[in-house]
């Protein structure tokens, strides 16, 4: 066991760096950079500038001197706002994305895997047929709608009774984060949700399901001991990948919400080629998700003992 | 238990609706099992074993599977058609049950110690480590070595014929008075086969259960079994003792099978036969006997009119299911006829 989480520790370390260096090279492909507007009004100032950034530097240069930084954690300073730190900023709004993020990621898990037995448990009678209506809406319809219409929601529910039940929008308290947590793990709530079905439903005709019965457990022991454990599995593998869209997928949420997430700074930094903020904020992300995958595949390890000893 | 039989089984029915309509799985079986006893259920595929015996536990699913009708008695008591807690007062303590493929039999999530060990929580209400102890003698008793390592392995770490001494390992757990082994040897490669026969006949005769077991390898019955019920398109074609049945059989179905059997008796010339064509289609069973379309001996009635069990009131035990057992049928070359006259049910 400690072997396989090495190895996938050092398999993911190589992920990163070439998420690093193909960040890099993707993103001095780009014609322009960040001394482009309004700042470097004469040739003096964007040399001086330039200098003082590095940017006059051979691109070999750059990108080992940027490496040597991004190992002892260092991403540098932002170029469009002033003086502050990537790292800073990552430190400030990060927390508040990958809380939103795992709100939603343990909705959607836990839902799907709830929606996804019961449907299974009442095949083709009513609740089935209405779960499954949900589901197919929940896959269909963008995540920005669904915000837009949690909120519009909220706010005649608040303006109805009078009172604020929970907050339209901003950051700060548990309760400002429930609908937009909800709302951005629909998606994947819904996506689990028909995973988890269709899991559930082979693992009843599987034959251990026959010996459970034949043995004479009762139906809920053979649904949480049997059933429940194995149809899991399938739903496990596809939450690393889904961690990953929606911790990244989030900004559009965080921005209908007002939620001062990392998410604005990742897309506001693209469409000002802030160089050191775009891979600040790529290579955390990578690394992050990297590290969910990981994660993800211990855990898996832990419930399937068939891929422990591989 | 008084003068009740072990399991009495009668007049049992299965049906099972499908997109192309309903099955007649088993169409009115009659056996019964005494305790101690060994029966052998014979025929080839599809012709209803598997349902029977899964019927009696409650384990077909329904639907689309659906009991039409019959009785099963054990030791007195009706245990067809039990909701599942009611039923879960006989599966696995009184009844036990081992499958054909072992290998997808058991959950691969919980290792094989925790699966022998719920069957005694369950129903004997033992603590995990009672029950675990107990676990240990069971796989000791059917002979897997290293039990108390093996007690903490995966499904996938044992090998098929281990896997089926641990199933015969779980099914004894409460130690049931009857044990159905549905074909638990067709998986399994033949030298593993023979070890698993005899394991099974081993714990019959020390602790006296009784067995059904279900095969279509003649072969199997030969080795194992005191009785055998003959089955065919839903029914029972032939039942008596193994010496009944080997030799005298008297259905054309039994014979034919015996001829489709490989002796080691060397004979020159000797070839197989198979039986020529395959089982009715039991979306719409025949009028009139099920093994009518392959018989050579078929007459015209055999197309008309299921007949019904014949027997010798001499052995009222030994009965077949054919039209030449009626009184002033032609004789048939290698069919055992000793002019029934007693025939009961239809």
């Known amino acids: 066991m400690l072997k396989y989480t090495l190895g996938r520790i050092l398999s993911g370390l190589v992920t990163i760096w070439f998420i690093a260096t193909a960040t890099f090279l993707a993103m001095h492909a780009v014609p322009g950079d960040p001394l482009m507007n309004e700042k470097a009004t004469t040739p003096e100032i964007r040399e001086n500038l330039a200098r003082k950034y590095g940017l006059d530097k051979p691109i070999v240069e750059q990108y080992v001197i940027y490496l040597g930084n991004m190992v002892q954690g260092d991403f540098g300073i932002s170029f469009t706002q002033q003086n502050r730190k990537v790292n800073d900023i990552i430190q400030d709004h990060f927390p508040v994305s990958a809380a939103l993020g795992i709100l939603a990621i343990t909705f959607a898990a836990l839902g799907g895997i709830l929606w996804g037995a019961l449907t299974a448990l009442y095949r083709n009678q009513l609740p089935d047929i209405i779960i499954m209506f949900l589901v197919i809406l929940g896959i269909s319809v963008p995540s920005f709608v669904f915000a837009a219409l949690g909120q519009l929601l909220l706010v005649n529910i608040n303006q109805w009774f009078n009172i604020s039940f929970l907050p339209v929008a901003g950051w700060g308290t548990f309760a400002h984060m429930i609908v937009p947590s909800l709302v951005l793990g629909l998606g994947t709530m819904a996506l689990l949700t028909r995973l988890m079905r269709s899991s559930m439903l082979e693992i009843v005709n599987e034959d251990f399901i026959r010996t459970a019965r034949a043995k004479g457990l009762s139906p809920s022991r053979i649904f949480f001991q049997h059933q429940l454990r194995n149809a899991i599995l399938p739903v496990v593998t596809v939450l690393g990948p889904q961690i990953a869209a929606i911790t990244t997928g989030g900004f559009v949420v965080e921005l209908v919400f007002a939620i001062p997430g990392l998410g604005r700074y990742f897309v506001q930094a693209v469409q000002q080629l802030d160089y050191t903020v775009i891979m600040g904020t790529t290579v955390f992300y990578g690394a992050f998700l990297v590290f969910m995958v990981i994660l993800v595949d211990i855990i898996y390890g832990f419930i399937d003992p068939r891929v422990r000893l591989k | ?346």
């Open chain 2, 1 to 346: 238990m008084g003068t009740h039989k072990l399991l009495e089984v009668s007049n049992l029915s299965v049906e099972f609706e499908t997109y192309g309509g309903v099955v007649k799985a088993v169409r009115g079986v009659d056996f019964s099992v005494d305790a101690g006893e060994v029966l052998a259920i014979v025929g080839e595929s599809g012709c209803g074993k598997s349902v029977t015996v899964q019927s009696i536990m409650g384990i077909i699913p329904m639907p689309p599977g659906k009991i039409t009708g019959g009785s099963a008695k054990l030791k007195g008591e009706e245990i067809l058609g039990l909701q599942a807690q009611a039923a879960n007062q006989f599966r696995g303590k009184e009844i036990g049950m081992i499958f054909q493929d072992p290998m997808t039999s058991l959950n691969p999530t919980m290792t094989i110690g925790a699966q022998i060990a719920e069957t005694l929580k369950v129903h004997r209400g033992l603590s995990t480590q009672q029950a675990s102890e107990i676990a240990s003698e069971l796989l000791i008793r059917t002979r897997i070595p290293e039990a108390q390592k093996r007690l903490n392995q995966y499904p996938f770490e044992f090998s098929g014929g281990m896997l089926q001494r641990a199933m015969i390992a779980q099914s004894l757990a409460c130690s049931p008075s009857l044990l159905i082994a549905d074909e638990p040897t067709t998986a399994l490669d033949v030298t593993i086969q023979a070890q698993i026969l005899d394991l099974l006949k081993e714990l019959q005769s020390r602790d006296g259960m009784a067995i059904i077991l279900i095969t279509h390898d003649l072969a199997v019955v030969a080795r194992t079994a005191q009785n055998v019920c003959v089955m065919y398109a839903g029914q029972i074609v032939e039942q008596g003792s193994v010496d009944d049945i080997f030799y005298k059989s008297a259905h054309p179905y039994t014979l034919g099978l015996k001829l489709a059997m490989p002796s080691n008796v060397s004979q020159q010339n000797k070839k197989l036969e198979p039986i020529p064509g395959s089982p009715p289609d039991l979306f719409s069973p025949p009028s009139g006997c099920g093994y009518a379309a392959r018989c050579p001996h078929a007459m015209r009635i055999c197309h008309k009119e299921n007949p019904p069990l014949f027997s010798d009131p001499r052995e009222p035990l030994h009965a077949a299911r054919c039209w030449l057992q009626a009184p002033g049928a032609p004789k048939t070359q290698g069919l055992y006829q000793p002019n029934l006259i007693a025939s009961h049910g239809a």
